[in-house]
């Protein structure tokens, strides 16, 4: 009995197939049971003449176990009926064997295969009746390797919507590279503006530190001067001593001279004090100088180790981005 879809029965209906090929095979399930073991052998007798089948059955199954799926198959051919369990059952058998990777054209060869077999034991035990059963047998034949063609197809429909999916999800992760790779490059930008900015203040800093120390060569000159007026009042001090003890022993009792020698005396101490003043005045602009010399060749140290920092940040978003570049080009290689 045929219990299926409407478009099933106009699928069954072309083919041929109606309630009294079902009835014609049914009758004749006594014959079926009798010679499948024999059908079925033969049938794996010329299997396993081609070496790719050969290799799908060890791996995937056994010899023994494919015979009993085969006798099961072979008689229910026989049941009666055609439902939608049974095209559901022919359409996930077709499944399995695209799965396993057999081919389409191997798959429904062994239709005919199985069919001249079944021929061949047929005449024999049916001599005068064995056309209908056989004219019958095809016409299923043909209804479930159009099943295997279905299942193959939707089989291939799968991979085509997998393959769809999977170039969906590459383009995904290509867009969230490539955003990833800009966002990385307007960060590397800042960096490189920062760069750029320590440097200009390095300069800066290098440039103070070089007015300064021209200003100390100056004010070392100034204590050149100093020292040489220093000594001229050491040498007068000393000049006018000496020309006081000489007037002391010519004069005796007399102290007039050495009042006039005295005072000669304080005027070069209190000069050479004012010029001790001005040396100290000028020597503690020289420590002044120096300390802001000392702080400008920190802030350039600091300015240099920021660079360095800067320089190695660069260098690690540099080669982020080459890893990301791979990876993308990877993506791509996939893609095409």
Sequence with gaps: MIEVSEEREQQLAYIGITNLELELLHKHRPIFEKIVDEVVDR???RIGQVEELRSIITKYSTIERLKQTQRWYFISLTDGHIDEEFIAKRIQIGLIHSK???KSDFYLGSYMVYLDVATSIVQQIMPNGWYPVIHALSKMFNFDSQLVLEAYEGKEKQKITDIADEQERMLQAITEVSQKLTGMIDELHHNTELISETARQTAASQESAHKLIDDLNQ????????????REISDQSHLLGLNAAIEAAHAGDSGRGFEIVAGEIRKLATGSKKAMEQIQSVLNSIRTKLDQVQ?????TSDNARKQVFSSSELMAFVQIMESVSGDLKELQASYS
């Design 219 to 230: 004010e070392v000159k100034e204590i050149q001067k100093m020292g040489s007026l220093i």
């Design 295 to 299: 702080n400008e060749s920190d802030n």
């Design 43 to 45: 049938l794996y007798d």
């Design 100 to 102: 396993i990777g057999l």
